[in-house]
């Protein structure tokens, strides 16, 4: 089944604690991306990939770390976690085009205390 | 500016009448495709239509269609005959091809409640 899995889907830290939350795409996907999700600002994009070692900043890539040593996988790290990166994150990916349909993973609850 | 609006927070409607969720645009790239996304509370989110800017006709996808008025800039996403299943948010979101990195942006949303 063609999906994007995301691990953990749940996660309660503490503040300064580093952690990482996996992505991987079975698609064979260039693109892939991480989004955040707050109530009213809908989704916004922290770091996308366009193909293996080639990353760049979204629109709020403050705190943010991402890797993209292989296709498949695109892990965020989130090396001193803070209360204000409390929030629903989001794994993409997509093939190349503007115009290609985005298929979301299943979303990670982030919880920093 | 926001580059997408979507200026109704929550709607209701009831069981099997259409309902319009609104989404208005800005931007200056030529070309551009627009999306609409629904979030049940799951939480997953799930493609549902898509619009270019060069499309001559409206997008439908089943019970869904898209009302694309270029000229005002929007793209709203009409849902015929309500489901209670259909009771979610819906994201609106636009990509530019002229874009560094061609990103998705979205809009705050929509919650839709649909009533029995």
């Known amino acids: 089944e063609a999906q994007v899995t995301q691990n953990p889907r749940y996660l309660i830290t503490v503040t300064g604690k580093k952690l990482t939350v996996t992505c991987s795409q079975n698609m064979n996907h260039e693109y892939m991306s991480w989004y955040r999700q707050d109530p009213g600002l809908g989704l916004r994009q922290i770091y996308y990939?366009?193909?293996?070692?080639?990353?760049d900043k979204g629109d709020v890539p403050e705190g943010y770390k991402v890797s993209r040593k292989e296709k498949r996988n695109f892990p965020l790290i989130l090396e001193s976690p803070s209360p204000n990166q409390t929030s629903l994150y989001f794994c993409a990916s997509r093939e190349m085009g503007p115009y290609n349909e985005q298929f979301f993973g299943p979303g990670t609850r982030l919880t920093v205390l | 500016a926001q580059k997408i609006t979507q200026t109704q927070p929550g709607m209701f409607v009831q069981e099997k009448e259409a309902v319009t969720l609104d989404c208005t645009y800005d931007?200056?790239?030529?070309?551009?495709?627009l999306f609409w996304y629904k979030q049940p509370s799951s939480g997953e989110m799930i493609f549902l239509i898509y619009?270019?800017?060069?499309?001559?006709q409206n997008a439908t996808e089943g019970r869904y269609s898209l009302n694309f008025q270029k000229a005002r800039k929007s793209a709203n996403l009409v849902i015929s005959a309500s489901q209670l299943g259909d009771s979610a948010m819906y994201f609106c979101a636009m990509r530019e091809t002229g874009n560094a990195g061609n990103m998705l942006t979205f809009g705050g949303g929509t919650r839709l409640m649909v009533k029995p």
């Open positions: 931007t200056s790239d030529p070309s551009y495709g």
């Open positions: 619009q270019g800017s060069y499309d001559q």
């Open positions: 990939s366009m193909n293996v070692e080639v990353t």
